[in-house]
């Protein structure tokens, strides 16, 4: 009985101390990264899923050492990189995160646009519309109210996993490919696989993970709920992108389609996996565009006021913290 009560209060309170893991994670699986899996899936097939294995540990390790670096210190990265390089090197640090994010954010809207009209959605009231509820969400909510909605966005990307079991891939081939290395001497494959990397690794993941966990109040002796927190996110953000390329793999790569976007490898899955396998893939687009055009503007805000020593975070007022959503 004792054995009980102490496991269900150690879940009671990793469950109280999860997300902001979970939700850097997932947001990582961005209409971006989610156009890279899908022309990684059709244009090498499964050759390129165990590259996977190496990416997560990665952005473990690199998550991991942020959330344990804002439990520690109870500060963002930006407030680290100030104190310990001087205000000019952080400057040129936060520019270079602005355009880096800046660009990231354009091109999620534009993901958010295409998959809008996969479903007879005109672009301009797709990203408006979209654009406006994003708003209203970071502007009115609280950081638990808005962290709760960021939770349940995190599981509409399991759209994906289903998109691969449609496809109905050669399960033999998967594991075999996931386990087998291999690798192509072109130019072609090798940008293909820096941009896996380079999708998966992306600058804001560290300043907005370690920025959450400070405004969650996470404490050193929770820390290690914080890094299960990290394990999930990660696993949840790699079994995703595993099933994205299964399903372009399964479907485009045999039938020697090409693609460029993930809203081409949507429409190409109809007439080979049927239109369920299309809707799933649209659904899972929106939603990746929705939630990243979210979390991603969030963490330029916080990098930018850190820096400079201005009020931030979510739980904030506008009136306590007007630069911080002035920047958003």
Not at 43 to 56: P, R, T
Not at 196 to 211: D, E, H, K, N
Not at 305 to 315: D, K, N, T, V
Request: charged share 15%; with cysteine; hydrophobic share 50%.
């Amino acid at each position: 009985m004792k054995f009980h009560r102490h496991f269900f209060k150690r879940i009671a309170i990793f469950l109280s101390i999860m997300g902001p893991g979970i939700i850097t994670a997932n947001v990582d699986n961005d209409a971006n990264g989610i156009a890279t899996y899908s022309v990684a899936g059709a244009s090498f097939g499964y050759s390129m899923l165990w590259y996977l294995i190496f990416i997560a540990l990665a952005v473990a390790l690199i998550q991991e050492m942020s959330s344990r670096m804002g439990c520690i210190t109870g500060k963002g990265l930006a407030d680290l990189i100030r104190e310990n390089f001087g205000i000019k090197f952080t400057f040129l640090v936060i520019l270079i995160l602005f355009l880096a994010n800046l660009a990231n954010t354009v091109g999620n809207l534009a993901g958010l646009a295409a998959a809008g009209e996969l479903f007879k959605i005109p672009k301009y009231i797709s990203v408006i519309g979209g654009a406006f509820i994003i708003w209203l969400l970071v502007i009115k909510g609280s950081y638990e109210k808005i962290e709760k909605v960021f939770l349940s966005a995190c599981l509409i990307y399991f759209t994906y996993i289903f998109s691969g079991i449609l496809a109905h891939p050669s399960w033999q081939e998967v594991f075999k490919s996931t386990l087998k290395p291999s690798f192509h001497f072109n130019s072609h494959y090798l940008n293909i696989v820096i941009a896996l990397v380079g999708t998966s690794i992306a600058p804001w993941m560290q300043f907005y993970q370690q920025s959450a966990v400070r405004d969650k109040g996470i404490r050193p002796e929770e820390y290690i709920y914080a890094r299960y927190d990290t394990w999930i996110g990660t696993l949840m953000m790699m079994v995703v992108a595993f099933f994205i390329v299964v399903a372009c793999a399964a479907t485009l790569h045999i039938k020697g389609i090409s693609i460029n976007t993930a809203e081409e490898a949507a429409l190409a899955l109809t007439p080979v996996a049927g239109k369920y396998c299309e809707i799933l893939f649209a659904i899972g687009l929106i939603n990746a565009a929705l939630f990243s055009t979210s979390i991603i503007p969030i963490s330029t805000s916080y990098a930018i006021c850190e820096a400079f020593g201005w009020e931030s975070g979510i739980g904030q007022s506008f009136k306590e913290a007007k630069v911080f959503y002035f920047i958003y």
